[in-house]
């Protein structure tokens, strides 16, 4: 049974990623992974912040004038339980370089395009086989049209993509007005691959200290919907850019809809901190024993079979859906 698959220009021996998250930061959790079956794994995320944080403390070591607006450092969220900022991602990325065999993919999160540059390129020094960035911004100002946004996703990516030679990727949000033009501009942009979707963690309020808190609630199988149904679509659009799909593959039958739909690979996180990194064996046994039940020789005999360009009724991926949906509600 072939399982491999090829994404963002790296060869891996099946299609499940570890994706950014917190089970990056332990050596061990990374070997159980790669014991357990994973095919690369995507670092968790340095995010902007740190590295502007850092960039503002050493200025202040080197400058105590009273022009180095040392109060600006209150102005970042309390960053002290984040390993080492800057210096200590890079350490992390020859840590798990060191230790296991499979590609590791280091993760950039963050808006302006100023500090990823320098960052992306020490990455790569580092070890790091490619760089995911994910362009997280919640557009707040009226005056900050559609189109500002999508240059900033173009701009990021130029920027990053002169800096290194490793492949980089792109991991989109659902929100743009028009997901196939972006898809095609950042292809000929020079992404490597994208990545559908990024989660938007919505806070929540609470109404007795009238505070807004962070809340992280984890996907499920159902969360699957949207990234399947735009890998469906996308898959027709680019053709040399990688698709990762990312948010709900949960099981091996999850794995099996993701790459009938068009995906290069599945990026986990949801499934693993759940389950544990063992839960990766599981997902491959479904996956093999449904291929050879299904008489499937190879990943890519499934690839894309059951994009919008191959399926039998292309409507529905499109309205068709949604007023059948409506109209066969019970």
């Known amino acids: 049974m072939d399982l491999s698959t090829t994404y963002m220009g790296l060869n891996l021996p099946n299609p499940l990623v570890a994706s950014a998250s917190p089970l990056s930061r332990e050596l061990d959790t990374v070997k159980r992974l790669e014991d357990a079956g994973i095919s690369a794994i995507v670092m968790y995320s340095l995010f902007e912040e740190e590295i502007r944080h850092a960039e503002l403390e050493l200025a202040h070591h080197l400058d105590h ?50 500090g990823w540059t320098d960052q992306a390129r020490r990455m790569q020094e580092a070890g790091a086989d490619g760089i995911e960035l994910n362009v997280y911004t919640i557009p707040t100002h009226p005056d900050l049209d559609g189109a500002a946004i ?33 898809a095609r501009r950042l292809e000929q942009a020079g992404a490597d691959a994208l990545v559908l979707f990024n989660r938007f963690y919505q806070p929540d309020l609470d109404i007795e200290n009238l505070e807004v808190v962070p809340e992280v609630r984890l996907s499920n199988s159902a969360s699957l919907r949207m990234s399947l149904r735009w890998t469906a679509i996308l898959r027709s659009v680019v053709s040399r850019a990688s698709l990762g799909l990312s948010t709900g593959v949960h099981t091996g039958r999850d794995v099996i809809k ?34 050879e039940e299904h008489e499937y020789e190879s990943i890519r005999q499934m690839k894309g079979s059951m994009s919008l360009g191959k399926v039998g009724d292309p ?16």
């Open 315 to 330: 409507a529905a991926f499109e309205r068709a859906n949604y007023m059948k949906a409506l109209r066969d509600y019970r």
């Open 65 to 114: 004038s009273a022009h180095s607006h040392n109060e600006a450092l209150g102005y970042f969220p309390d960053l002290g339980h984040f390993e080492g900022g800057p210096d200590g991602y890079l350490e992390q990325i020859r840590r798990i370089k060191q230790s296991v065999s499979v590609p590791v993919i280091a993760s950039i999160n963050g808006v302006t395009p100023g």
């Open 150 to 182: 999508e240059q900033l996703y173009l701009d990021d990516l130029a920027l990053v993509r002169k800096a290194v030679s490793v492949p980089v990727a792109v991991k989109l949000s659902p929100f743009f007005s028009s997901l196939p033009n972006m």
């Open 258 to 291: 993701a790459t009938m739909a068009g995906a290069d690979c599945c990026q986990l996180a949801a499934c693993l901190l759940i389950h544990g990194p063992e839960h990766v064996r599981g997902m491959l046994d479904t996956l093999t024993g449904w291929m």
